[in-house]
Each structure stands twice: as structure tokens, then as C-alpha cells.
């Protein structure tokens, strides 16, 4: 079997158009391209969203870690195609379904972003994701997204 690719935050940044602050996957390791991986968050409380949600009780919200997971799979989709840094596609949500929050994303979490896909149909793509802290999962949902030519 082989081993899991690992791609750095230099990487992520060719495969998707996203930059600080909204840019919230760290590292990236493709447990098989184009089908499953898992996404990397380190939060700190330097994130421009713990300074309003909420300064007293500083709480990742909760559209950012789907926002996390969608980037993840983008990532994941975009992992099967070698030249992905030459070509000028983006990756484009469509839906989100079955969300649910479990337990609260402080800073100082490592927010781990596991994503497998379940369904492809051309250029349309329906992933399964998890998002945990410490082996405990924080949030799920169901994405489906499609590759567009820029």
C-alpha cells in the first residue's frame, strides 16, 4: 500500500484560491487521492473570529469549520490530478446536509478535518466529513461541491 502523501500549506495555497483569513486548512494528508484525506486547522487566538465569537468565550463558528471541511475536500478532490497547479479550476459548493456540532472549537484546538467521498457524478462531487479535537468529534456533514474551469 502506499503511503499518504502529505501536502504543506505552500501546496494547499496552488490547489485552492483561498488566502488569510479565510483560507483555514494548514496542511493537508491524502490517504487516497481524489477520494480521502484528512485537512489540519491550528487555531490560535490570533483567528480574526475568536475576536467577536465570542471575546469572553472564544468559540469557533460553526459555518467555519464547514467552511474547513468544504477546503479539505476541494483539496482532496484536487490531489488526483498532478498538474492541478497548472490548470485554473475552483471548487464550488452546491449544498451542505446533515450538519450537526458536537462540542464547541476553542483556540489552541487542532481541528482535524476527515473527508471521504461518497459520490461522483462528471463534475460533481458529494463528500462524508468529520471534524474532530483530541479523537473527539466536534462536527459532521455531508458537501457536495463541483469543479468549475475559472
Known amino acids: 500500500m502506499a503511503e499518504n502523501k502529505i501536502y504543506d500549506i505552500n501546496e494547499i495555497m496552488k490547489m485552492l484560491p483561498h488566502r488569510y483569513p479565510f483560507l483555514l486548512v494548514d496542511r493537508l494528508e491524502v490517504e487516497e487521492p481524489g477520494v480521502k484525506g484528512v485537512g489540519l486547522k491550528n487555531l490560535t487566538m490570533n483567528e480574526l473570529f475568536f475576536q467577536g465569537h465570542f471575546p469572553n468565550n472564544p468559540i469557533m463558528p460553526g459555518v467555519l469549520q464547514i467552511e474547513a471541511m468544504a477546503q479539505t475536500a476541494g483539496c482532496v478532490v484536487m490531489s488526483a490530478d498532478e498538474n ?35 459520490k461522483e457524478r462528471r463534475n460533481i462531487f458529494v463528500f462524508k466529513g468529520v471534524s474532530m479535537v483530541d479523537d473527539q468529534v466536534v462536527s459532521e456533514a455531508e458537501l457536495t461541491a463541483m469543479i468549475v474551469e475559472e
Do not use: A, T
Not at 464550488?92 to 483556540?107: E, I, T
Open 84 to 118: 492541478y497547479s497548472e490548470k485554473k479550476r475552483s471548487v464550488l459548493f452546491m449544498s451542505v446536509d446533515g450538519v450537526k456540532f458536537r462540542k464547541p472549537v476553542r483556540p489552541g484546538d487542532q481541528l482535524k478535518m476527515h473527508l471521504e467521498k461518497i
